[in-house]
């Protein structure tokens, strides 16, 4: 077997270079004096352009500027990330409001309340072993939660992903999102 990287290199002339070939450069003290001064002139032109361009659109006489930008494809790994972040952001918040919500419930004595109308209706013989907390408790809330947003985390981040997967092919299709953009007056 050949190797086609030596088949098909060709070596070409280099061509000779002498004395009246060399190229000069200046100094270095010589371009940096030449590079401040058009930096000092590009300072300069823009300071005085600056007024002008500060003042709105409607002062000046002049339509105000639009700049119109067509949304035709969005990154599926980008969109995956972000989504996949904010629904953990959205799972964390369901968690603490639920606890929240079951913690005051717990403080105003909605439970014992409960407990005592279930005893008041069923009679006191038959409802003495009854507890609500064994069945809504804090504990067994949050793990239904915890649960709910995991399963939520996976879902989200997946509709996401696949809505951007498709916002792409139909972006393909028929040419995207059009957004103009313009100054206020």
């Not at 809504?136 to 985390?153: H, K, P």
């Not at 981040?157 to 792409?168: E, G, M, S």
């Amino acid at each position: 077997m050949t190797d086609r990287s030596t088949e098909q290199r060709t070596t070409r002339p280099v061509p000779a270079r002498g004395p009246e070939d060399t190229v000069t450069r200046p100094a270095l003290a010589d371009r940096v004096k030449e590079r401040l001064a058009r930096a000092g002139d590009e300072h300069q032109a823009n300071k005085d352009a600056a007024p002008a361009a500060a003042t709105p659109a409607a002062a000046t006489g002049r339509a105000p500027r639009r700049a119109r930008l067509r949304l035709t494809r969005v990154d599926p790994w980008s969109v995956m990330k972000t989504s996949f972040l904010l629904s953990i952001a959205f799972g964390i918040v369901t968690v603490v409001s639920v606890l929240m919500v079951w913690t005051v419930l717990d403080r105003a004595g909605v439970w014992e309340s409960i407990n005592a109308t279930v005893t008041d209706i069923v009679g006191e013989d038959s409802a003495s072993e009854f507890d609500i907390e064994n069945y809504i408790g804090t504990s067994r809330v949050l793990g239904f939660t915890m649960l709910v947003a995991a399963i939520d985390v996976i879902i989200l981040t997946a509709v996401a992903t696949l809505t951007a997967f498709l916002y792409n092919m139909s972006a393909a299709l028929l040419g995207g999102v059009e957004v103009t953009l313009a100054e206020d007056n």
